[in-house]
């Protein structure tokens, strides 16, 4: 695979909402999946205190990654959420467009990103644990999974640019 991770630009924005209605099919437990709208992914791009970035190979998007700055005295830092296609997983995309999104952020003058992985999500925690985030925390008991049977915590990692 030759994989370019660049900015999101306003024409990929159709490739995005496809990528997001694919993940609200599958039940992936990430808020893109409550995304379907053009117009919300549109003012993502026009919003300073947003970073999106995209994983591309040739014209298909595999992967994407936003990075929202915090408001007034939290604006040192942004809340990661990234997802990657079904069909790409297990590549090292989510690593490579974390890394190159956190490059991306420092250069803008972030100091610090969090992400937020449910316990549950094993290949979410290895890979940013790969990517040299440290485990902050947890919100204890975050949701009931009716599935699963049991509380999922929500777990918090750091990583300081």
């Known amino acids: 695979m030759d ?9 990929d924005i159709p490739k995005v909402v496809a990528m997001f209605h694919e ?6 437990e990430v808020s893109f999946a409550e995304i379907l709208s053009e117009e919300e992914i ?10 999106v970035y995209g994983a591309f190979e040739g014209e298909r998007l595999l992967g994407i990654l936003r990075a ?12 990661l959420t ?7 997983r297990g590549n090292n995309i989510g ?3 974390i890394n190159y999104g956190v490059e991306q952020l420092k250069l803008a003058g972030v100091k610090l990103a969090r992400a937020y992985i449910y316990s549950d999500n094993r290949p979410s925690i290895n890979t ?3 990517c040299d985030f440290t485990f902050s925390g947890c919100v204890y008991q975050h949701h009931y999974c009716e599935k699963q049977g049991k509380y999922v915590d929500d777990l918090i ?4 640019l």
């Open 3 to 11: 994989i370019v991770y660049r900015a999101l630009e306003k024409e």
């Open 23 to 28: 993940l609200a099919q599958e039940s992936a």
């Open 42 to 51: 549109a003012e993502w791009l026009d919003n300073e205190n947003k970073f």
């Open 68 to 79: 929202t700055r915090g408001e007034g005295n939290e604006n040192h830092c942004v809340e």
């Open 82 to 88: 990234a997802a990657v296609g079904r069909n790409y």
């Open 95 to 97: 690593k490579g467009i």
């Open 128 to 130: 940013i644990l790969s």
């Open 157 to 160: 990692f750091h990583k300081i």
